[in-house]
């Protein structure tokens, strides 16, 4: 990042404890763009999935939801999704799609990518190399029995003169998802239909486009880019403070751009024992985490950073919110440095990719 950068200790005031909040703006030359996002293409005719917004739940119920997460899945699956950048898309019902052909479709998938080889598509596999797709199922991921069990795709690649035992290397991973999703919606859909509406991918961008033209072509299905709304980033951040007390978040750190010229980058990191108590005071003892919450705590927040610096940080952008269990960013990708609390997130973007489904 260009500029120069500087770290400001403030004093305690009525909002946080003296330990205070240590912040970092940073002026940068880059342009800044808004983003919003908006569905386009198609969708099944006569079904639409707007639903009321959940709330998030955490405090004891979210003790309820780790506990169980842990009992259902397996410590080594939910290691696959760990530790990566996921970039988040959002998929239509997949017509005739079923969990039970999934080596069928290992081998399909593998057969279209070695045909766009040919083409000079799939470059990242490279020219001396053979390779395999695998589809797998994580199970237990699944919060309601509408829900479907997460589908998990790895592209392994292995060179053609490798030693005898080398192992392959997974070159790209993906999968699908659906936690919690909204029971009237899932319930209306034809029984041709699965409905799995969050897709994530980490890996090179041609081969994320490779994964998707095949399940367009074999599943008559549409993906559109997922972003990340500042409510659900307000969101995000509001749920991860909110399990400081069981879980060490060791920080709060929050990032905007301002349209200023020139533009404004600015960082501003949270003690995370200051920022637990100011959660503690405004949800009161409540157990889920509302737009309505998020929305007071970041005006707490931005009241404060402004009581300092004079800088409305309403005016300009919340681009990413990080914590020691995880990532997320305004133009769509996330990041779990740790399962706990994993599901609540997966809640959320799920909810997220059927509101975004074209109508």
Not at 10 to 21: I, M, R
Request: glycine content about 6%; proline content about 4%; hydrophobic content about 40%.
């Amino acid at each position: 990042m260009d500029g120069q950068g500087s770290c400001i200790q403030t004093p305690g005031d009525p909002t946080f404890s003296s330990k205070g909040a240590l912040s970092e703006v940073t002026k940068c030359r880059s342009a800044v763009r808004f983003r919003r996002s908006h569905g386009t293409g198609l969708t099944m005719r006569g079904y639409t999935p707007h639903h009321k917004v959940a709330s998030m739940k955490i405090s004891k119920n979210a003790q309820v939801l780790k506990r169980d997460f842990r009992e259902k899945v397996d410590p080594e699956q939910i290691s696959l999704l760990m530790k990566k950048e996921w970039k988040l898309f959002y998929v239509t019902p997949l017509y005739k799609f079923k969990h039970t052909q999934l080596k069928t479709y290992s081998k399909q998938l593998s057969a279209f990518i070695a045909s766009e080889k040919q083409k000079g598509r799939a470059v990242e596999v490279g020219p001396e190399t053979g390779f395999k797709v695998v589809f797998s199922i994580i199970f237990g991921l699944t919060e309601t029995e509408e829900d479907t069990e997460l589908v998990f795709i790895q592209i392994h690649s292995k060179p053609s003169f490798a030693a005898e035992g080398a192992s392959d290397v997974v070159i790209w991973s993906g999968w699908l998802a659906c936690i919690n999703g909204n029971t009237e919606y899932l319930r209306a859909i034809p029984a041709d239909f699965v409905c799995l509406p969050l897709f994530c991918a980490s890996g090179a961008g041609s081969l994320t486009s490779l994964v998707k033209s095949w399940f367009e072509t074999t599943f008559d299905c549409n993906f559109g880019q997922l972003r990340i709304s500042p409510s659900n980033l307000h969101r995000l951040a509001t749920m991860w403070t909110g399990c400081h007390p069981t879980v060490n978040i060791r920080y709060l750190k929050l990032s905007w751009t301002l349209p200023t010229c020139p533009p404004l980058d600015i960082s501003y990191t949270v003690n995370p024992g200051d920022v637990s108590d100011l959660w503690s005071r405004i949800c009161q003892g409540k157990d889920q985490v509302s737009s309505e919450v998020a929305k007071q705590f970041f005006q707490c927040l931005e009241s404060h950073f402004f009581r300092h610096f004079r800088i409305h940080l309403s005016a300009g952008e919340l681009t990413k919110v990080s914590t020691a269990l995880g990532s997320a960013y305004r133009d769509g990708k996330i990041q779990f440095m740790n399962s706990d609390y994993m599901i609540d997130v997966l809640m959320l973007l799920t909810e997220s990719a059927l509101l975004m489904m074209p109508v």
